[in-house]
T-cell receptor, first 108, second 115 residues
Framework: ELKVEQNPLFLSMQEGKNYTIYCNYSTTSDRLYWYRQDPGKSLESLFVLLSNGAVKQEGRLMASLDTKARLSTLHITAAVHDLSATYFCAVGAQKLVFGQGTRLTINP | DSGVTQTPKHLITATGQRVTLRCSPRSGDLSVYWYQQSLDQGLQFLIQYYNGEERAKGNILERFSAQQFPDLHSELNLSSLELGDSALYFC??????????????FGPGTRLLVL
C-alpha cells in the first residue's frame, strides 16, 4: 500500500528565510504533485513532477523529485507572508495518495 | 478558478440522514474523482468515474455511492450519516498541462456537518 509522509507537519518561519518541506513515499511512482490549500479553501495545483531529477520553479517555490530515493522537496526561498498555507504532496497516476500536509506560517 | 463546480457549498444534517453532493467537471473533461478531507483521516481518495464508468475505488464506505451521468456531472450519495462523516468533500477532474503530464483540478468542495 502506497504511503506518503511529509515533514515537518508544522512550520513557523520568518519572512525572508529559506526552508524545505520533505515528502517521502513508499513505493515506486513516476508522478508527484504539490498542492497548496488556504484555510477553508480548495486545493490549488502547484507542480507536477514527472521524472527523476525533475525540477520546477514558480516564484519563490521550487520543487524537485528524486525517484530513486522516493523523495520530493518543496523549497521556499525568501519567504513572504502570502505563502502561508498548508502544502500537500501527492503521489499516483490516477487516484492520488496525499501526505498529511505541512502547515506553513510565515511571520513578518 | 479550476472550472470544477460543486454544490452545495455547505450542508448541515442529522445522523441517520442521506445527502447528495453534486459535481460538474471542467467542460470537456470526462473524469471525476471524489475525495474526502477530514481532520483525523486527512485527504482520502474515494472513487473515480470516467465517461460514466467507475474506474477506481478507494476508501469508500458501503454507505456511500456515486455515479456519473451522461452529461458528465457526478453525484456522491452519503446515507445513514454518522458524526464521523463530517468532512470536506472535493471532486476533481484530470487535465493535461503545458509541458506534458496531467494534474487534477479540484472543485471548491462541499462542507458537510452531521449533528
Amino acid at each position: 500500500e502506497l504511503k506518503v509522509e511529509q515533514n515537518p507537519l508544522f512550520l513557523s518561519m520568518q519572512e525572508g528565510k529559506n526552508y524545505t518541506i520533505y515528502c517521502n513515499y513508499s513505493t515506486t511512482s513516476d508522478r508527484l504533485y504539490w498542492y497548496r490549500q488556504d484555510p477553508g479553501k480548495s486545493l490549488e495545483s502547484l507542480f507536477v513532477l514527472l521524472s527523476n531529477g525533475a525540477v520546477k520553479q514558480e516564484g519563490r517555490l521550487m520543487a524537485s523529485l528524486d525517484t530513486k530515493a522516493r523523495l520530493s522537496t518543496l523549497h521556499i526561498t525568501a519567504a513572504v507572508h502570502d505563502l502561508s498555507a498548508t502544502y500537500f504532496c501527492a503521489v499516483g497516476a490516477q487516484k492520488l495518495v496525499f501526505g498529511q500536509g505541512t502547515r506553513l506560517t510565515i511571520n513578518p | 478558478d479550476s472550472g470544477v463546480t460543486q454544490t452545495p457549498k455547505h450542508l448541515i444534517t442529522a445522523t441517520g440522514q442521506r445527502v447528495t453532493l453534486r459535481c460538474s467537471p471542467r467542460s470537456g473533461d470526462l473524469s471525476v474523482y471524489w475525495y474526502q478531507q477530514s481532520l483525523d483521516q486527512g485527504l482520502q481518495f474515494l472513487i473515480q468515474y470516467y465517461n460514466g464508468e467507475e474506474r477506481a475505488k478507494g476508501n469508500i464506505l458501503e454507505r456511500f455511492s456515486a455515479q456519473q451521468f451522461p452529461d458528465l456531472h457526478s453525484e456522491l450519495n452519503l446515507s445513514s450519516l454518522e458524526l464521523g462523516d463530517s468532512a470536506l468533500y472535493f471532486c476533481a477532474s484530470r487535465v493535461g498541462i503545458k509541458g506534458g503530464g496531467e494534474t487534477q483540478y479540484f472543485g471548491p468542495g462541499t462542507r458537510l456537518l452531521v449533528l
